[in-house]
C-alpha cells in the first residue's frame, strides 16, 4: 500500500466515524474525501475480494440485498453496499467501512449505478456481472436504453473473463457478442403464442436486421421470449428458468424456478425477476438450492427503501421506490392486487438523483388508480404540482386529494389518512427525505 492510499484511507475512515458520531450519518462524502487524496483507491480496497457487480435500471438495490441474503447462506464474510449509494464514492466508503473476514472468501456483491460501472472495473475486475433490466430512465443522465448499455459495457470490457448473468428476457441483453462467458436467466411460465410489444414500449427493434420483434409470450414490457421473424435471431437458451407463479399480493410471491418451489414476502411481478437473478448468482456460486429457498422465504430482514413497511401510528406504511415509467406502471399493478381499501401518497422531486424531468410520470398509467379501493390521495415533494396536475387528468376529484407543498406536512398528515394501510410511491431523494423525517419523528431508528 503506498503512501497516499494510507492517508486516503485514513481520511476516509476519520471523516466516516465523525458523521456517523456526531451527524445523522452519510455514504458518500468519505468515498469522496478518499478518492480526491487518491483517485486509484479502489485498486487497493478491491483487492483480496471476489466481486460481483449487479447493474441495470431497475431492481438493483433488492436484486442485491437478496443476493447477499443467498450468499450468506454458504460465505462467512459477503460485503456490500446496502443503502443503495451506488456511484463510486459511494462503493469507496462501502469498503472502507468493512473489516475482512481472515477465514474463508470475502465476497463484495456491490450494487453499481450504470454510468460507473467503468469506475468500478478500472481498478477491480469483478468476477462476475449481473444484469437486470434496462429500461428509459432519467434520460437527462442516459439518453435512450442503447446509449446506457453503452455506459454498461465500456465497463464490462475492461474485464472480458467475468461470467455475465444476464436478464435472458430481454433482447438488448443479446443484441452484442461478448467475449465474457454469458449465462442467462429468464421466464418459461406461459404457453406460446403469437403477439407484439406495445408500439410505445422501448427496445423492440432486431439488432441485426431492424425488424419488429414479434413475442411468443411477454412477462411485461419488452421482457419475454422474443424472436424475430425476419431474420431468426432471438431469445437464447436459459440455464435458470420461473416455470410457474401461483400466487402475487402486495406483499407476497409464491413460484417455482427450476422445478422448485420459493417464496417471496415481496410483492410485484418485476421483484420476481429480482429473486430469479439472485437465485442464479446462488447457483453461479455453488449455493445449495434448499439454502436459496431457505433465504428468499426470510420475511424479517428489511429492504431500505423498497416495499420497506414502516408503522406510523397504527398505520402500516408501505414506501416503493419510482423512477420510470416501467417500474412505476409494475408498481401500480401491484398494488392493483391489494384488497383492502387503501390511501396514496405520491411523493414527486426532480434533483439529480431522481432525474429533473418530470414528464416521465405521464407514461404512468395513473388512471387504472382510479379503478382500486383508494380512499384518499395525497401529494407532496418538491414537484409536488406536477404529481398533483397528473393525477387530476387521470380523474382523482379534489376533494379526494390532499396536496402539501413541504415534505414535513405530508409526514405529519399520513397518520390522519382513512385507512390503515398506505401506499407510498416516491423518487429516490424524496424517499431519503421521508425516511429521515420519520427517523425525526421516531418512527425508525436510522435516518440518512
Not at 243 to 272: M, R
Amino acid at each position: 500500500m503506498s503512501f497516499k492510499s494510507s492517508i486516503a484511507k485514513m481520511a476516509g475512515k476519520s471523516s466516516y466515524w465523525f458523521l456517523h458520531t456526531f451527524r445523522s450519518g452519510g455514504s458518500s462524502l468519505p468515498g469522496k474525501i478518499t478518492t480526491k487524496i487518491d483517485p486509484t483507491i479502489l485498486k487497493d480496497l478491491g483487492k483480496d475480494y471476489d466481486v460481483i457487480v449487479i447493474t441495470g435500471t431497475n431492481g438493483k438495490t433488492l436484486t442485491t440485498a437478496l443476493t447477499v441474503k443467498v450468499l450468506r447462506q454458504k460465505f462467512n464474510h459477503v460485503l456490500t453496499n446496502p443503502t443503495g449509494s451506488n456511484m463510486e464514492q459511494g462503493i469507496v466508503t462501502t469498503f472502507l467501512t468493512d473489516h475482512k473476514s481472515k477465514k474463508g472468501k470475502n465476497i463484495a456483491i456491490l450494487e453499481v449505478d450504470e454510468a460507473n460501472v467503468i469506475k468500478v472495473t478500472q481498478y477491480i475486475k469483478p468476477l462476475a456481472f449481473v444484469f437486470t433490466n434496462i429500461f428509459r430512465d432519467q434520460m437527462d443522465r442516459y439518453g435512450e436504453i442503447y446509449t446506457t448499455y453503452r455506459k454498461i459495457l465500456d465497463g464490462v470490457k475492461l474485464a472480458p473473463e467475468a461470467t455475465i448473468i444476464a436478464n435472458g428476457d430481454m433482447p438488448i441483453f443479446n443484441s452484442v457478442d461478448l467475449p465474457n462467458p454469458v449465462v442467462y436467466y429468464g421466464f418459461n411460465n406461459q404457453p406460446d403464442g403469437e403477439m407484439k410489444a406495445d408500439p410505445n414500449t422501448d427496445g423492440v427493434v432486431c439488432p441485426r436486421c431492424e425488424h419488429i420483434i414479434h413475442y411468443k409470450f411477454i412477462s411485461y414490457s419488452n421482457q419475454g421470449k422474443y424472436y424475430c421473424p425476419n431474420c431468426g435471431w432471438e431469445r437464447p437458451e436459459l440455464t435458470y428458468q420461473l416455470t410457474q407463479i401461483t400466487k402475487l399480493t402486495p406483499n407476497l410471491s409464491k413460484f417455482f424456478i427450476d422445478a422448485s418451489n420459493f417464496t417471496l414476502h415481496i410483492g410485484g411481478l418485476y421483484n420476481v425477476y429480482n429473486a430469479l437473478a439472485a437465485y442464479s448468482v446462488g447457483k453461479f456460486m455453488g449455493v445449495p438450492t434448499s439454502s436459496i429457498q431457505k433465504a428468499l422465504n426470510d420475511p424479517d430482514e428489511r429492504v431500505f427503501g423498497r416495499q420497506e413497511q414502516i408503522n406510523v401510528d397504527g398505520k402500516e406504511i408501505t414506501i416503493v421506490l419510482v423512477k420510470n415509467p416501467v417500474g412505476l406502471n409494475q408498481v401500480i399493478d401491484m398494488v392493483g392486487t391489494e384488497s383492502e381499501p387503501f390511501s396514496f401518497v405520491g411523493l414527486l422531486n426532480a434533483n439529480y438523483a431522481d432525474g429533473i424531468d418530470t414528464s416521465w410520470i405521464w407514461d404512468g398509467n395513473f388512471e387504472k388508480l382510479t379503478q382500486m379501493p383508494i380512499q384518499q390521495y395525497m401529494t407532496g415533494g418538491e414537484r409536488y404540482k406536477d404529481i398533483t396536475f397528473r393525477l387530476k387528468v387521470a380523474g382523482v376529484e379534489d376533494n379526494q386529494l390532499w396536496t402539501y407543498d413541504n415534505l414535513k406536512d405530508a409526514v405529519s398528515n399520513i397518520k390522519n389518512l382513512p385507512t390503515k394501510r398506505v401506499y407510498v410511491f416516491a423518487t429516490y431523494t424524496a424517499m431519503l427525505q421521508l425516511r429521515k423525517q420519520l427517523a425525526t419523528e421516531g418512527y425508525i431508528k436510522e435516518g440518512i
